[in-house]
């Protein structure tokens, strides 16, 4: 079809769109030009401090909800030292534990997934059940002390949102919604909850988990490492936003970097979003310069007879890149058609190591079967792709950890396009310099 000839009776104008994600431009904080001490990455003081007042104080991202179908079903992650099981319970609520047996502080589960009926220690086999209660110690009658205090896992905050599932290791921590603000309203227009498992990756990397949010939260990187992305978005314009904890950057996407000259045919990966969108490209007749806003009309014309509902969304949003960083580590790409999430956790003892988990969700259209969930995978930086983009990514992280640790390297020189980097490390210095309050409190 010719879509030239699709009308703007399809437009969707952002502010029309009741509670959708907000476009507007949020004022700049005042964050100063100083530079960000390079300590912070290596040394282990700072991430003492880092446990003690952010790891510790925060609500962190767990899992998926559509791990979590059935009484019994589990997840088992790890943050720092800790761990911890979030478990569906009979009734349908969650509840989250320490992952530890209160006997000699045993693993109860090994991080990953799966569904029990009680939690029984593999040592010595005391039980708990699903609620976390400790239900059959063997041989009780030789504790002459009697069973632990409480005998039951210490109940830690936990909460189900967005399709995602969170936790704190702080009982008294604050409460999600407080903690969120304002990123529901931004966030929940996609609607995850009809997006699949598409991808379920751990790497180890080489550098502290600050280095990846911060390679993640700037597109000043995409002229010097992404080459081929000049000729697939808009490196240049993008819509900076900073809130309370946590910020985001708006890129054009299915756009030409303004480094490049506007060519006159289709890139191979505009190319791409077309088909994707459902267009043929091969009947195109417009513009490249012209082909964002004609996938977003197309989208917003044929996205309900393909199965997808659109209509919480602006029409920017059916083409570009939201994305956004929830303090203090899960950066993620939100799309019309998918979401793209990573998740950065620290190492429990070395600053110079982190874990980069790489969750994928698609959108499954209406009608169409609930693909199988992807395995999870782990490995090492290095022993397998992540795919060209994120292999770039990664390509200098190392590097960079290693460089930051020099004498001559007092710390990080943050231009404009970098602001996000500059307000992540604000609140965590917030965090960390109140002693665990948040920015909110000072
Ligand atoms: Fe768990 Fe002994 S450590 S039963």
Not at 51 to 60: F, G, H, P, Q, S
Not at 227 to 253: A, E, M, S, T
Request: a negative charge; one cysteine or more.
């Amino acid at each position: 079809m010719d879509v030239k000839r699709v009308v703007d009776v399809f437009r969707v104008d952002p502010e029309s769109v009741g509670n959708g994600t907000p476009t507007e431009r949020a004022p700049d904080p005042e964050l100063g030009t100083d530079i960000i001490p390079a300590a912070r990455y290596y040394s282990p003081d700072f991430m003492k401090l880092e446990w003690e007042r952010v790891w510790t104080k925060v609500w962190l991202l767990g899992g998926r909800s559509d791990d979590l179908k059935e009484p019994g079903d589990y997840i088992c992650t790890d943050i720092g030292k800790e761990s911890v099981l979030i478990v569906r319970q009979a009734d349908g609520s969650i509840r989250a534990f320490p992952n530890l047996c209160l006997h000699r502080g045993n693993r109860l589960r090994p991080e990953g997934r799966g569904n029990a009926e009680k939690f029984q220690c593999m040592y010595h086999h005391w039980t708990y059940g699903l609620d976390g209660k400790l239900e059959h110690i063997p041989d009780l009658c030789t504790f002459v002390q009697g069973g632990p205090d409480g005998m039951k896992l210490t109940p830690l905050p936990c909460v189900e949102w967005n399709s995602f599932v969170w936790f704190s290791l702080d009982p008294k921590v604050e409460p999600f919604d407080d903690f969120i603000d304002p990123l529901k309203r931004h966030l929940e227009p996609y609607h995850p909850e009809r997006m699949a498992w598409m991808r379920d990756i751990t790497v180890e990397w080489d550098c502290n988990w600050k280095t990846s949010v911060d390679a993640f939260s700037e597109t000043y990187h995409v002229q010097g490492i992404h080459p081929q992305l000049k000729w697939y978005l808009d490196d240049v314009n993008v819509q900076i936003d900073c809130y309370g904890k946590h910020n985001r950057y708006l890129i054009p996407f299915a756009a030409i970097s303004p480094r490049v000259a506007m060519p006159s045919q289709i890139p191979p990966a505009i190319h791409e979003i077309m088909v994707h969108a459902g267009m043929d490209p091969a009947e195109y007749e417009g513009r490249v310069s012209d082909i964002r806003r004609d996938v977003q009309l197309f989208k917003r014309e044929h996205g309900a007879a393909q199965g997808k509902d659109y209509s919480e969304l602006n029409d920017e949003q059916l083409t570009d890149d939201y994305h956004y960083t929830i303090f203090p580590n899960v950066s993620v790409n939100v799309h019309a058609d998918d979401v793209m999430l990573f998740r950065q956790r620290p190492h429990a003892t070395d600053p110079n190591k982190m874990y980069y988990d790489i969750w994928m969700f698609g959108l499954v259209p209406e009608g169409e079967e609930w693909p199988e969930r992807v395995r999870h995978q782990r490995f090492k930086h290095g022993d397998k792709t992540i795919g060209q983009v994120l292999d770039q990514d990664a390509f200098n992280l190392p590097t960079v950890q290693t460089g930051m640790q020099s004498d001559f390297f007092p710390g990080l020189h943050i231009g404009d396009q970098e602001l996000r980097i500059r307000h992540f490390h604000k609140v965590l210095d917030d965090y960390i310099y109140t002693h665990g309050k948040g920015p909110d409190d000072l």
